[in-house]
């Protein structure tokens, strides 16, 4: 989910293409072609989510199935399939939510994404589930309400009530 909130939308690819090449992301989406379906998410929220798959270790064989190889191996298809790799400042809002005992994946993951996504001005909370473990936190009731709240404070219109 979160790589799918980095990505750039279907939409500005087309009309980036249709102005002869450069950043995709220069285009703004008004210039892009509304009667065609948007991919592009509105909020992310994730649990237990690995963000920089660049920080395994080259030899691990983990993801090796997935992107055809270690790292050592593909160090471009591990950087590209990175969500840290494709932040910029029009990305949606993030909330995380981690187990402090997740031995899966590191805690510094998520909160790397924080602070990357902080210094581009795209809003980004953490929430982290105290002695939970991988798969526990996204049983976290408090971590679920948390996320929640963070979806309604950036989705619903100003002025909404619930």
Do not use: C
């Not at 790799?85 to 909330?95: E, L, Q, R, V």
């Amino acid at each position: 989910v979160t790589l799918l909130g980095v990505l750039e939308d279907d939409r500005a690819k087309d009309a980036q293409a249709k102005e002869g090449g450069g950043a995709a992301r220069a285009i703004p989406m008004a210039a892009a072609d509304a009667r065609k379906p948007s991919a592009r998410l509105q909020a992310v929220v994730a649990g237990g989510a690995p963000l920089n798959f660049e920080l395994l270790p080259r030899g691990a064989k983990a993801l090796s199935y997935w992107l055809g190889g270690t790292r050592g191996e593909k160090p471009d298809v591990y950087r590209e399939a990175s969500p840290t790799t494709h932040i910029t400042a029009d990305d949606p809002p993030m909330f995380f939510f981690h187990g402090s005992a997740d031995l899966l994946v590191p805690r510094v993951s998520p909160e790397a994404m924080v602070r990357l996504l902080s210094a581009a001005k795209v809003p980004a909370k953490m929430h982290v589930v105290e002695k939970a473990g991988h798969i526990q936190a996204m049983f976290d009731g408090e971590a679920l309400e948390a996320g929640i709240a963070f979806l309604d404070e950036r989705l619903k219109p100003r002025g909404a009530t619930k």
